[in-house]
């Protein structure tokens, strides 16, 4: 099972939107509802932003949208921040045996 | 809230085993599904396996041969061992609670563990 494909960098100015894709496959993305994404600051632990494709966690503020279409999920962050600077993960169910694959990462920088 | 405490030791040899604990604070490990998942440096995340309380596995195909789980629900504890370790696995390891299907809500702060002699 191979990883979800995501763009390395992503970049917007404060205010911005910004959009990360993460490509996934028949078998994962595109088979199941259960796409999730995490940000990850330097040196901490990931946190959840989305599950299910477009939920938002309690706490999660509702710049951070998420979508899927086809093979392809997007999370969008808008009005961006200063804080939203961090490394961005998306993950995929993929079914019973490889469970969850991850995405390779993009690192979204605020100019 | 619950939380997660990795603990277990920094440096592992080559061809030993690597062995890391997690200990679940301000809720029960029952009825629940735990997760370890790990990030070489300046790397992504690898999922490593789940255990739910009760005892039954499922690992990432790609380690199932050298991966065992284990809980302890009188601890409120969790463990990961890692056999026949390289350098290929040194990462940050966290245990974590998944929330739903593939969704993990819970994370531990992370350990990082080196292999090296």
């Known amino acids: 099972q191979s990883a979800l494909t995501q763009p390395p960098s992503a970049s917007g100015s404060p205010g911005q939107s910004v959009t990360v894709s993460c490509t996934g496959t028949?078998?994962?993305?595109?088979?199941?509802?259960?796409v999730s994404w995490y940000q990850q600051h330097p040196g901490k632990a990931p946190k959840l932003m989305i599950y299910?494709?477009?939920k938002r966690p309690s706490g999660v503020p509702d710049r951070f949208s998420g979508s899927k279409s086809g093979n392809t999920a997007s999370l969008t962050v808008s009005g961006l921040q200063a804080e939203d600077e961090a490394d961005y993960y998306c993950?995929?169910?993929?079914?019973?045996?490889?469970?969850?694959?991850f995405g390779g990462g993009t690192k979204l920088t605020v100019l | 809230q619950v939380q997660l405490q990795e603990s277990g030791p920094g440096l592992v040899k080559p061809s030993e085993t690597l062995s890391l604990t997690c200990t679940v604070s301000?809720?029960?490990?029952?009825?629940?599904?735990w997760t370890w998942i790990r990030q070489p440096p300046g790397k992504g995340l690898e999922w490593i396996g789940y255990?739910?309380?009760?005892?039954?596995?499922h690992y990432n195909p790609s380690l199932k041969s050298r991966v065992t789980m284990s809980v302890d629900t009188s601890e409120n504890q969790f463990s990961l061992k890692l056999s026949s370790v390289t350098a290929a696995d040194t990462a940050v390891y966290y245990c974590?609670?998944?929330?739903?299907?593939?969704?993990?809500?819970?994370w531990g702060q992370g350990t990082l563990v080196t292999v090296s002699s």
């Open positions: 974590a609670r998944l929330t739903g299907v593939g969704q993990i809500g819970y």
């Open positions: 299910e494709v477009s």
């Open positions: 255990i739910y309380y009760s005892g039954s596995t």
């Open positions: 993950s995929s169910y993929a079914g019973s045996i490889y469970y969850v694959v």
């Open positions: 301000g809720g029960s490990i029952s009825s629940y599904h």
């Open positions: 028949s078998s994962d993305v595109g088979a199941y509802n259960y």
